[in-house]
């Protein structure tokens, strides 16, 4: 991967710290500048926001082109179900009209199925929506 091309999609407002890095970050709501500051000594590669289940759809992609990224950790203000419907698209997935099971959004059909599934297989979600920043800091 050539780190230099990372992220491909929202690189002017992902926070990167190192692409190399098997931890990433969304931040839901909560400023991702105020969880940069936070984690300033913790290693990770990414922060980045979920602001409607529809950003599921660049998450994915972000993170299939980065094979580092194995954790995303769901932490800050749900406001909007995002990370509810992150986390049954991980659990559930989709419909045959694409849409999250038991959740908002639906995913991209240019997106393919073989690929929802690896995302699925290979990427651990941490739900610690609600939790204090030092639960994982």
């Not at 992220?7 to 002017?12: C, N, S, T």
């Not at 500048?33 to 998450?59: F, H, P, R, W």
Request: hydrophobic residues 40%; glycine residues 8%; contains cysteine.
């Amino acid at each position: 991967m050539d780190n230099g091309q990372w992220p491909i999609l929202y690189k002017d407002i992902l926070r990167v710290k190192d692409p190399s890095h098997h931890l990433g970050v969304c931040s839901l709501w909560t400023q991702r500048d105020v969880v940069q500051k936070l984690l300033e000594k913790t290693q990770y590669c990414v922060v980045g926001n979920l602001y409607s289940a529809q950003g599921i759809n660049a998450m994915i992609r972000n993170v299939m082109a980065n094979p580092s990224i194995r954790t995303i950790v769901i932490w800050g203000s749900e406001m909007s179900l995002s990370g509810h419907s992150l986390l049954m698209f991980m659990k559930k997935g989709v419909d045959e009209k694409r849409k999250i099971i038991g959740g908002r959004g639906e995913i991209e059909k240019e997106i393919p199925d073989s690929v929802l599934e690896e995302f699925r297989e290979k990427v651990e979600v941490v739900d610690l929506r609600g939790r204090n920043a030092k639960d994982f800091i």
